[in-house]
């Protein structure tokens, strides 16, 4: 730990010196296992002991890991026939991360306005306590200003309404305005899903003065939710969907995806990625959705969710004084503390549980969608003695 603090730029506060998987369990390197409710944010969907996963994975680093995007190969082709199927948009285009994702997302909707306009001045609405990612564009339109404030100056013509107060995206919108962007489900800002009418009301907005509605689902999205994209809960489809964290199931793997009226407007040129969707990241996507599909992935995650509700609503009845509201959809919840979350998740690792926080007082449960019964009641039986602790 020491050698790592000495050489590696602080930007995060570590513990523990993970070394293996095995199912749910994460396993340090004194051999100590620790049961895993936050699958590496939200990423390892299938848990860590998928052989056919990795076999998969090391079938196709032995034929060929990257070709450059000046090329076909067939795992992409099939990668992005699963992700259109599945998520109902007309056109993919690989990256290698989440932010990335939001980026090309962010230049897809300009260039459908520039091409509507040239003049346009390509405004873009997101909201306040969303999270989109680190890189510059993507950080221009995440909704914490304390994120944002020491990289200035970002991308210009960005605003911030309120998550869940359409009024407040209607009165920022413009002759200008070329996209809206929001999470499905806010994750980071707190674990805040989306009422009906305001993700409607937008739909509607957006379709009434062509405008771009991007749903931001590289956490929300890939069966977290108990579907395979959270937007699907509410019967309408966004115009650009980003997707990321569980699509490769820990191989480094985004996409943005589109509409055809919206992927038409870029053409060679507009937009490229040496790594992306090579063909190893390929095999991974593919891979993922094909277990998922045989393996009921997301139909068990939908099954197990309640389970997980209860249990925690529970611990809320028993806690009233720690616990404030529990709150989330499917496998994403959160729980809202009237304590410090780092206290709880440090106490928690002590005892084999790997928690996450999102915000200093809420702790978030994502864990792999693989998870059963009995891992969530070691889970909560655990953080019963934490809270019995306090
Ligand atoms: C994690 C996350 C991102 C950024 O993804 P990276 O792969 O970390 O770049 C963007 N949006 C949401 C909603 C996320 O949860």
């Keep these: 730990m020491k050698d790592f603090e000495q050489h590696l730029i602080h930007t995060y506060n570590r513990s523990v010196v993970f070394d293996q998987g095995e199912d749910v369990y994460l396993v340090d390197t004194d051999g100590k296992k620790y049961l895993d409710m936050g699958a590496g944010i939200a990423v390892s969907a299938l848990g860590y002991s998928n052989t056919e996963f990795k076999e998969a994975l090391k079938t196709q680093i032995d034929k060929l890991i990257h070709v450059s995007n000046l090329y076909y190969t067939e795992p992409v082709i099939k990668a992005s026939e699963y992700l259109s199927e599945k998520s109902g948009m007309d056109r993919v285009f690989f990256t290698n991360s989440g932010t990335e994702a939001i980026e090309g997302a962010i230049k ?16 873009i609405i997101a909201m306040n306590h969303s999270f989109h990612g680190r890189s510059m564009g993507a950080l221009s339109v995440t909704g914490t200003e304390h994120y944002r404030t020491p990289f200035e100056p970002l991308i210009g013509g960005v605003s911030f309404a309120d998550y869940n107060d359409l009024d407040s995206v ?8 070329c996209a809206i962007l929001l999470e499905t489900l806010q994750g980071e800002g707190g674990i805040y899903p989306a009422d009906e009418a305001f993700i409607k009301g937008i739909r509607k907005l957006c379709d009434e003065k062509d405008i771009v509605m991007i749903l931001d689902e590289i956490q929300c999205g890939m069966g977290r939710t108990g579907k395979y994209f959270t937007f699907e809960h509410y019967g309408i489809r966004p115009d650009i969907l980003t997707t990321a964290k569980a699509l490769g199931c820990g191989f480094p793997v985004g996409a943005f995806a589109a509409v055809e009226k919206v992927a038409s407007a870029m053409v060679p040129g507009d937009h490229g990625t040496t790594y992306g969707g090579n063909p190893l990241a390929g095999a991974a996507v593919c891979k993922v959705f094909e277990i998922f599909e045989k393996e009921k992935i997301v139909e068990h995650a939908a099954e197990i969710a309640p389970y997980l509700t209860d249990k925690l609503n529970g611990l809320k009845e028993k806690y009233p004084e720690l616990i404030k509201d529990c709150r989330g959809l499917g496998l994403m919840q959160g729980m809202e503390l009237t304590i410090p979350a780092a206290d709880v998740v440090k106490k928690a690792l002590e005892k084999g549980l790997v928690l996450i926080s999102a915000g200093t007082n809420i702790i978030r449960f994502v864990p792999p969608l693989i998870i059963k019964e009995e891992h969530i009641d070691a889970c909560c039986e655990i953080l019963d003695s934490v809270f019995a602790s306090n």
């Design 108 to 123: 897809l909707a300009r260039k459908y306005a520039y091409n509507k306009n040239p003049e346009s001045k390509g405004e």
């Design 170 to 177: 209607k009165n920022l919108v413009t002759e200008d305005t």
